[in-house]
T-cell receptor
Framework: TQLLEQSPQFLSIQEGENLTVYCNSS?????LQWYRQEPGEGPVLLVT???GGEVKKLKRLTFQFGDARKDSSLHITAAQPGDTGLYLC??????????WGAGTKLIIKP | NAGVTQTPKFQVLKTGQSMTLQCAQD?????MSWYRQDPGMGLRLIHY???????DQGEVPNGYNVSRSTTEDFPLRLLSAAPSQTSVYFC??????????????FGPGTRLTVT
């Protein structure tokens, strides 16, 4: 059974701080995606990373795919209350299935 | 474009009742899927469809049926509701080719409670 472990499960920090969320697996993925979900809404795709070692930036968010394509990280610089939400990672396996992490619940306090 | 729409937003059922959760998309996506989301467990795939007339089971299909008569619609039927089916249900769609296959567009969800 393929697993995608996210850490931490929960993070509460003050506005302006930096943070990193991790997504780890023992399996290799052809691509990995990050989604953000706000309360009462469905997940919304933030980014897809495909190449080992790839780094993508989305304003204050930096996404990195591990060299071996087994792990990924999301770093947020100078977090803002608008960043609050559930962050989900999902890896695409060789059978065209998405393997989902359980999510990191992020709260940014003003 | 409305994207992916789901109805109802909330539903309460009694054990043993049946109902259909509706899902529609207007993006001409071939791939559609249903997930359930439970606290601490992430998203679990119930059923999916790669095109009209084609459906297949996901990770947790028991107690649910689907059909895909058109590209736009993908309803999920609960045959005989059980308390274990209390969850938030999401419908998603995507293009069927290439890397875009994995980039899912989600509906707003249906929060279902079975008593």
């Amino acid at each position: 059974t393929q697993l995608l472990e996210q850490s931490p499960q929960f993070l509460s920090i003050q506005e302006g701080e930096n943070l990193t969320v991790y997504c780890n697996s023992s399996s290799v993925f052809s691509s990995l995606q990050w989604y953000r979900q706000e309360p009462g809404e469905g997940p919304v795709l933030l980014v897809t990373v495909v190449t080992g070692g790839e780094v993508k930036k989305l304003k204050r968010l930096t996404f990195q795919f591990g060299d071996a394509r087994k792990d990924s990280s999301l770093h947020i610089t100078a977090a803002q209350p608008g960043d609050t939400g559930l962050y989900l990672c999902a890896g695409a396996d060789s059978n065209y299935q998405l393997i989902w992490g359980a999510g990191t619940k992020l709260i940014i306090k003003p | 474009n409305a994207g992916v729409t789901q109805t109802p937003k909330f539903q309460v059922l009694k054990t043993g009742q049946s109902m259909t959760l509706q899902c529609a998309q207007d993006m001409n996506h071939e791939y559609m899927s249903w997930y359930r989301q439970d606290p601490g467990m992430g998203l679990r795939l119930i059923h999916y469809s790669v095109g009209a007339g084609i459906t297949d089971q996901g990770e947790v299909p028991n107690g649910y049926n689907v059909s895909r008569s058109t590209t736009e619609d993908f309803p999920l039927r609960l045959l005989s509701a059980a308390p274990s089916q209390t969850s938030v249900y999401f419908c998603a769609s995507s293009y069927s080719g290439g890397r875009e296959f994995y980039e899912q567009y989600f509906g707003p969800g249906t929060r279902l409670t079975v008593t």
